[in-house]
């Protein structure tokens, strides 16, 4: 009986047990066998030690029963439940989950709204690809103006530095101006030393003027060119900016010639080079259109935007010499030349413009 109490009071130790409440326990296990009321009170006090967790949000319940599912090897997308992670959701309220219906009916809607706002592609023209290979074909030849004295024959036995700047100052006069009349232009400007930025710089604005004529707006070109000349000097080291940004900085640059500087200088093809050729001829082949509608483009930078949504990258930049050309010899602005057109077939507006060539004949403007 000694023995006995001895070792209960050695179990039952404070220097032994490792805190309060694993003490309770050990009283409560070594008088168990003689109290079936404290069996009762241990397994109360076991479920009372126990933490109550705070209730599972809608998310985690769907995340855990789609575990639940992985681990039974049942296929994930019979949960209904299962929200997949969309960024586009976020501007989607939260909403309880109270049946599987409910949350399928969610999923489907907005699934629905993330489609119709992302997929939205501008399909290319019928036959295009007939169409440009048949200009293509009509263009081997390299009779147009534009393949012996466009802009990206500027200064093409210079060195690259002061190449690229001879293609920006021909770029620059050859708005609203032929080719030969701007080929001529810098024929003169070489001839006298000014196809240098510094030289340029040097240059009275009305000497200047008086070599670039008759480029249309000489006067202003002549003021436009001194001042880009100054700049490429003072920002470039006397090289010419190689940004699309940069270049329309510049006065008298616009999209068309940056697009066009970009390409032919720096080989850095970013968008289309659209003058008032690739601009008409796009919309007589039915090519662009104003933005949400089927009415033909009303200006170039309209034209750019519309083409660049389908047309094939690869084209971007041969597509500028290649309408230019055309439009010089075949597709004229006033009677063009349909009936020897290799594409009048496939044409929407083949013949639909006056092509006599008797002035009386009052002319049709293009589009």
Known sequence: MHLALLV???????????????????????????????????????????????KASASFKRKRVKRELEV????????????????????????????SSKATASL???????????????????????????????????????????????????????RRFAVLISTMMSSQTKDEVTHAAVERLSENGLLDPDAIVRTDETTLANLIKPVGFYQRKAQFIKEASKICLERFGGDIPDSLNELLALRGVGPKMAHLVMSIAWKNTQGICVDTHVHRISNRLGWVFREGTKQKTTTPEQTRISLEKWLPKDEWEPINPLLVGFGQTICTP??????????????????????????????????
């Open 334 to 367: 006033l009677r063009p030349k349909c009936d020897k057109c290799g594409i009048n077939s496939l044409c929407p507006s083949a013949f639909k413009e006056s092509s006599s060539s008797n002035p009386k004949q009052k002319k049709t403007r293009s589009p």
């Open 72 to 99: 039974n090897g049942e296929h994930h997308k019979k949960q209904f439940g299962v929200v997949p992670d969309i960024e586009d959701f976020r501007y989607e309220k939260a909403k309880t989950l109270t049946s």
């Open 8 to 54: 209960s009071r050695i179990r039952l130790s404070p220097a032994t047990m490792p805190s309060t409440r694993s003490a309770s326990a050990s009283r409560l296990l070594v008088r168990a066998d003689l109290n079936p009321v404290v069996r009762e009170v241990k397994r109360e006090s076991s479920v009372s030690f126990d933490i109550p967790k705070p």
């Open 108 to 162: 489907v809607k907005v699934e629905k709204k993330v489609r119709v706002s992302s997929v939205i592609k501008v399909g290319a023209p019928d036959n295009w690809e007939a169409v440009l290979g048949g200009i293509k074909s009509m263009r081997l030849s390299g009779e147009a103006p534009v393949d012996t004295k466009g802009c990206e024959k500027a200064g093409s036995l210079l060195p690259p530095k002061e």
